[in-house]
């Protein structure tokens, strides 16, 4: 433990050991360096050398006699003797002499090159790399330990609470606070303190930082923004004041807002008993940041925003009351959410007239606000790119697959026999779905291969919202999944590659439902996992013991095999319908939903002729 809490060496340090360096550099290695070709020799053998006419040139210097050998361009050294006679013994031997010339370097000058100059570099050279160290955050070498958090004053602030559509219940909460920046005073005169800290909670992309935002817009205060990683950076010891120095700041200007984006980078739970350095910096900044939030008063006006999508990691000791003791949800839209937000964004664009934001806004399930934004402008950029000044319907249709599945790969070409494999795949999906009753019915299906690897794609549509899913429609959905595989057998009696993403997610569902959901006869309602981050793909860890979790894996194991011998079963049952659209993607490459449910509904109908079959 001890060595986490070893004092932190100021800059100055650094700076000194640049400068040391480089003075030690001058001092002994220049000369050196310099003296390191010149062969050293003896007085005597010099002279013995001289009367053989061995010797071309020489340089008497004040300590030293430099010479060189006829023939031979190394120069030679030796000491300076008292040797009266060396001139005439050179002039005897014709041998070309000189002395030193010492040229009279001002002082001025020469203390310029051996110091200033080295120090200029090591500033020159400290700057570049806290500049580096500092990046994205605009701090300056003399910014060190300032908090470097955006100030955006109330009336520069655009964004309001109608510019984030949805999200009502997150607003409806965050409402309150608006109303107490107005007029503090009102919460004083009658005893209520406001909380001091709200973590809004949710997913990536889902408004978190434009709630913030509309709220310091709202109440027309200012609002600091400053993310959690911006506070540990290159020079440790800095984070923590970097939170003295922005809680300062804002005490100063209160009412205010502060936001901390990600605040899990600072915030995570605390280790015990670890040596990591890099902890014992974040574990400094955060505890510099929990007594600052106990410093202030309720009523101060400072009001703490902090946003995370890791709620579960952050240290319990943030989220006692007095700290972040509210909670504020901010989930993905629902379908009528992602409508107002496709419609916000769509009013910064030139759309056509007739646009159906609802059928976007099915297709898109799922999405967040950012993506959903995303959407817009790829379609705006699509209409550009065809030569358009309005966003037409097809083209946000068309950016949804761009922003989902990646851009189409133009240039990626299937051989034919490639083809007809992912065509009966991906009607395999969309044939088992269509068949159950409770599966939802398919949007498009398109076997042009995308930038994002996936060389073909259904697209299923959500009526309406769901919020619970019965056992039956878990099982129908890994059906579905295991269309594509199915449909590949019944064709062609064997398999591919292209079906490893959905062996992940119909994976996925089947652990869920059996270590979560209580959805197995075997296990009851007892939980045999925890989800870990339920924002950011909800990835589950099993809480059992190991006998029990070889069960659980049988029990996956025979749920999937379950399911894919009843895709097969219904695929072979419907040979004829799998057969005939298989061949009509194929040959349109892309269809809509519509068209299969009616070539479906016409094969039943008429029972056609199976000559379009292959
Ligand atoms: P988060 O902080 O939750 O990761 P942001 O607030 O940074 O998400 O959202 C990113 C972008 O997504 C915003 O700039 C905005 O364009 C868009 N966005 C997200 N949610 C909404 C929403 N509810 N209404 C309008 N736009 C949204």
Redesign the pocket.
Known sequence: MDENNKPKKPIIYYYAVVMLILCLLNLFMLPQMRQAQIVKTTYDTFITEIDEDKIAEVEVQSNQILFKKTGDETVYRTGIMNDPGLTERLLEHKVKFSSEIVEQTSPWISLLVSWLFPILLATFLLRALMSRGSMGSGGSPFNLGKSNARVYKGSEQEIRFK?????DEAKENLQEIVTYLHDPSKYKHIGATMPKGILLV?P????????AKAVAGESNVPFFSISGSEFVEMFVGMGASKVRDLFKNAKEKAPCIVFI?EIDAIGGKRNTGALSGANDEREQTLNQLLTEMDGFEGNSGVVILA?TNRPESLDPALLRPGRFDRRVP?EL?DLQ?REE?LR??AKKVKTEKNIDYNVIARMASGA???E??NIVNEAALRAVRENRNVVSQKDLEESIEVVFAGYQKKNAILTDEEKLRVSYHEIGHALVAALQTDSAPVQKITIIPRTSGALGYTMQIEEGNHYLYTKEELENRIATLTGGRAAEEVKFGTISTGASNDIEQATKIARSMIAMYGMSDDFDMVAMATVNSRYLGGDATLACSDKTSAAIDARVIRLVRQQHAKARQLLEDHRDDLDRISRYLYEKETITGEEFMSILKEGNDMTVPAETAD
Not at 163 to 167: H, I, M
Request: hydrophobic residues 40%; aromatic residues 0%; charged residues 15%.
């Open positions: 510019d984030v559509a949805g999200e949710g990536p992309g889902t408004g978190k930082t434009m709630l984006d946003a901010v839209p959410g937000i916000v964004h967040s606000g950012a959903l934004a």
